[in-house]
C-alpha cells in the first residue's frame, strides 16, 4: 500500500525566504504527482501536476520535482509572501488509479 | 461556471441520524470522488463513480452510502451516524480516472459534527 509522508507538518518562515516543502512515498510505480494548495475552509487547488516520466514542473514562483528512484518530491517556493500562508498537499496517483494524499504542511509565511 | 459545489457547508447531527450530502458539478466530469479529511491524516477516499449509475468503494466506505443517478450530481448518505463519522466531506470530479495528465477538481467542502 503507498505511504505519503509531509514533513515538517508545519512550517513558519519570514517574508521573501525562499523555501522548500518535501514529500516522500514508498511505492515508485505512479501515474503522477501532484502538489495542492488548501487554505482555510475551503477546498483543494491543484498547483503543480508531474507525470511519472517528468523531473520538474513550474509554475511561476513555484517548482515542483519528481525523483522516483528515491521515493521524493520537492515543492520549492521562490520569495515566499503572506498569500502563500496555506496547507500545501502532496497526492500520487498509482496503479489503482486513485489518489493517495499526505497529511499536508501548514505554511505561514510572516509579514 | 461554478465548478463543483456541495451543500450543505456546515451539519451537526445527533448519532444515529441520516443525513445526505449533495455534490454537483458543471464540468461535464465522467469521475466524482468523496473524501474525508481529518486532523493529521490527509484525505481518505469513500467511495467514487466512474459514470451516471456506476459507484465503487474506496479506501475508508463503511458507515457510507452513495448514488450517481445524474452524471453532474454525486450523493453521499449517513445512514446512522457516529461520532467517528465528524469529519470534513470534500467531493471532486475529474474528466478521467486519476490519469497520467488529469487533475481532481475540488468543492468547498461540508464540515459534519455527529454528536
Known amino acids: 500500500k503507498q505511504e505519503v509522508t509531509q514533513i515538517p507538518a508545519a512550517l513558519s518562515v519570514p517574508e521573501g525566504e525562499n523555501l522548500v516543502l518535501n514529500c516522500s512515498f514508498t511505492?515508485?510505480?505512479?501515474?503522477?504527482l501532484q502538489w495542492f494548495r488548501q487554505d482555510p475552509g475551503k477546498g483543494l487547488t491543484s498547483l503543480l501536476l508531474?507525470?511519472?516520466?517528468?523531473r520538474e514542473q513550474t509554475s511561476g514562483r513555484l517548482n515542483a520535482s519528481l525523483d522516483k528512484s528515491s521515493g521524493r518530491s520537492t515543492l520549492y517556493i521562490a520569495a515566499s509572501q503572506p498569500g502563500d500562508s496555506a496547507t500545501y498537499l502532496c497526492?500520487?496517483?498509482?496503479?489503482?488509479?486513485?489518489?493517495?494524499f499526505g497529511s499536508g504542511t501548514q505554511l505561514t509565511v510572516l509579514p | 461556471n461554478a465548478g463543483v459545489t456541495q451543500t450543505p457547508k456546515f451539519r451537526v447531527l445527533k448519532t444515529g441520524q441520516s443525513m445526505t450530502l449533495l455534490c454537483a458539478q458543471d464540468m461535464n466530469h465522467e469521475y466524482m470522488y468523496w473524501y474525508r479529511q481529518d486532523p493529521g491524516m490527509g484525505l481518505r477516499l469513500i467511495h467514487y463513480?466512474?459514470?451516471?449509475?456506476?459507484?465503487a468503494k474506496g479506501e475508508v466506505p463503511d458507515g457510507y452510502n452513495v448514488s450517481r443517478l445524474k452524471k453532474q450530481n454525486f450523493l453521499l448518505g449517513l445512514e446512522s451516524a457516529a461520532p467517528s463519522q465528524t469529519s470534513v466531506y470534500f467531493c471532486?470530479?475529474?474528466?478521467?480516472?486519476?490519469?497520467?495528465?488529469?487533475?481532481?477538481?475540488f468543492g468547498p467542502g461540508t464540515r459534519l459534527t455527529v454528536l
Open positions: 497526492a500520487l496517483s498509482g496503479s489503482a488509479r486513485q489518489l493517495t
Open positions: 471532486a470530479s475529474s474528466y478521467s480516472l486519476a490519469g497520467v495528465t488529469d487533475t481532481q477538481y
Open positions: 463513480s466512474v459514470g451516471e449509475g456506476t459507484t
Open positions: 511505492d515508485s510505480a505512479i501515474y503522477n
Open positions: 508531474i507525470q511519472s516520466s517528468q
